[in-house]
Each structure stands twice: as structure tokens, then as C-alpha cells.
């Protein structure tokens, strides 16, 4: 028999304020239903689902996972919250949709679930606010206003393009630092993906 689900709910309890099931599904982006299988020992979460509950309940994955005997003790969590999104392939993003998460990166905003990503930069487009081997979390649910770094698709086949979005003589362009790097015209057949609301060089979890 599997206890993972009896010690989710006992870690959960222990922390005090005491978060609900529902306030662990919205940090987790999964439904209320989802943590209440959990806890009734039903489903279990999946790894990388585990190694986030075992950062915020602050015990290890092996006492989640019934290794270790020893009981999580009563903590009031004083420090900043600690919220994350998925690390994916800029690819992903152009359907929005990503299945097997092996990477997690921590944020400084709380994001509805299922509308931001992490993605490591590749390029050197915008070495000034996104330099290459940078993680930048994109948001769909954020506005895109004159001067946002923006992720668009330029066509079907290629991988989406990070530039700044500007105005000019009331045309929208995605522009690039480095003149090397096309600028590209928001026309139809461009759409942009989301928008840029995090840079940071690495605070990854797993």
C-alpha cells in the first residue's frame, strides 16, 4: 500500500497558516480534485510534482515517498513565498503545451496556472535584457504594450523568435538588439505567443 498520499496531507497540516487543498492545487496548477486523489491515496503526483511539494512542505522527497520515518515538525513559513513554472522548449510554447516536465524555475510572480513557461535563451537578439544562457519566463496572460520583449511565431515550421515589440509610423515590429537579427513586421501569419516578465540567470529547482 502507498502512504505518499497519507503524508502529502500530513505535511500540508503541518505547516501553519495551513494552506487547503485547494490553495496546494493553485501553486501546483492542477484542480482541487487532483490533490484530494492524492491525499485519499488514490493517484500519486508524478516526480517533478513531488520534488515541488517536498520544497514547500519543507521535507524531504523520501519521507514523502515513506523512506524516511521521520515526521515533518510544525513550521510557520516566514520567508517569501515560493512560486514556479515548468522549464520548456521554446517550441513548446507554440501550442502552449508541454507533457513530461523534467525543470523547474522559481519566480518572483504567482502566474494563473497554465499560462507561463520557462525557456533558456538560445539567441543573442537581445543581449541587453535577455543575454544567451538566461532564463526567461513568458506569460500569456500579461499584455504586450510598446517596448515589451516578446515571444512571437513567425511561421509554422521554425521555432518562435524573441524581439522587442515596437511602434513606428503605426506599424507593430519586432526588433532586435543586433541589427544581424531581421527585423519582422506584426502582420497576419505573426502572432505573439506572450510576453516576457522575468529575466534571471538561474534559480532552477530541479
Avoid at 539567441?123 to 512571437?152: E, M, R
Amino acid at each position: 500500500m502507498s502512504y505518499v498520499g497519507q503524508r502529502i496531507r500530513a505535511a500540508r497540516l503541518a505547516l501553519y497558516p495551513t494552506p487547503t487543498q485547494r490553495d496546494v492545487a493553485k501553486r501546483m496548477g492542477l484542480s482541487p480534485s487532483a490533490i484530494n486523489l492524492w491525499e485519499k491515496c488514490k493517484t500519486e503526483p508524478r516526480p517533478g510534482e513531488l520534488a515541488r511539494l517536498s520544497e514547500w512542505f519543507g521535507v524531504s522527497t523520501d519521507w514523502l515517498l515513506g523512506v524516511d520515518v521521520m515526521p515533518p515538525s510544525k513550521v510557520k513559513r516566514t520567508g517569501p513565498p515560493l512560486w514556479t513554472v515548468p522549464v520548456v522548449p521554446a517550441s513548446s510554447l507554440l501550442k502552449w503545451r508541454w507533457e513530461a516536465v523534467t525543470e523547474l524555475l522559481q519566480t518572483a510572480i504567482a502566474y494563473p496556472p497554465h499560462t507561463a513557461a520557462g525557456v533558456l535563451v538560445a539567441s543573442d537578439a537581445l543581449t541587453s535584457a535577455c543575454p544567451s544562457g538566461a532564463y526567461a519566463v513568458v506569460s500569456k496572460s500579461h499584455p504586450t504594450p510598446p517596448n515589451s520583449i516578446v515571444f512571437a511565431a513567425v511561421s509554422r515550421a521554425g521555432e518562435p523568435v524573441m524581439r522587442r515589440l515596437v511602434t513606428d509610423g503605426g506599424n507593430q515590429l519586432l526588433v532586435a538588439d543586433d541589427a544581424r537579427w531581421p527585423t519582422v513586421r506584426l502582420q497576419e501569419g505573426v502572432r505573439i505567443i506572450g510576453r516576457v516578465t522575468e529575466v534571471t540567470v538561474r534559480r532552477s529547482l530541479i
